[in-house]
Each structure stands twice: as C-alpha cells, then as structure tokens.
C-alpha cells in the first residue's frame, strides 16, 4: 500500500510564504511524478503544479511566477514553495503521485488528506 502525507500547511497573510511537503511511504517501485491540487470551498478540484521524476515541470497559469515545485526522488518527497500569497490561495492542498507499486507494471493515481492553507489578514 502507498501513502502520501502533506505537511506545512496553516494561516499566512497576504503576500506571506509558505512551504508544502509530500512524502511517499510503502510499497513503491517507481515514482513517475508528483503534484499538488487544490481545492476551493465551492469549486472544483484543480492541478496546480506536477513534476515528473525527470524534472519536468508544470504550473498552473494563477500560480506561475509566485509558486515552485520541488521533487526529492532519492526520498519520495515533493515540496511546494508558495510565494507573494493571495486570498485565492486559500484551498485545501492535495499532494498526488503516478507511482508503480512494487510487484506492479501499472501506474497507479495515489492521493494524500490534504492540508489547509488559508490566505488572510
């Protein structure tokens, strides 16, 4: 079984910082990528930034320039360096991971709890 668990979410003020961790834990053969949704009261899920192992990156228009995203392959970690932080930042942060359990040839989709990040004075 694979797990991931988010880290280093909370209360920031506009234009504060704030560091989103991921680790990866059980059976895991290969991890092809990583990212980070989110999650707005009211609206839907949506991806926000996503490494692959190789270090391909991709962001998400409203967060380009501000946010950047971090894979630790080594150890089955992904962060998430979010910068000049505004209101509508503030979502539930999921992390989530295309990896290929051990005993496995397929991709699987594994998703984390989630971590509450509020943007607000």
């Known amino acids: 079984q694979v797990q991931l668990v988010e880290s280093g979410g909370g209360l920031v003020q506009p234009g504060g910082s704030l560091r989103l961790s991921c680790a990866a834990s059980?059976?895991?053969?290969?991890?092809?990528?990583m990212g980070w949704y989110r999650q707005a009261p009211g609206k839907e899920r949506e991806l926000v930034a996503r490494?692959?192992?190789?270090?391909?990156?991709y962001y998400a228009d409203s967060v380009k320039g501000r946010f950047r995203i971090v894979i630790d392959n080594a150890n089955g970690m992904v962060y998430l360096q979010a910068n000049s932080l505004i209101s509508e930042d503030t979502a539930v942060y999921y992390c989530?991971?295309?990896?290929?359990?051990?005993?496995?040839?397929?991709?699987?989709?594994?998703w984390g709890r989630g971590t509450q990040v509020t943007v607000s004075p």
């Open positions: 490494i692959t192992s190789g270090g391909s990156t």
């Open positions: 989530h991971a295309d990896v290929v359990p051990l005993g496995s040839s397929r991709n699987f989709n594994v």
């Open positions: 059980g059976s895991i053969s290969r991890i092809d990528a």
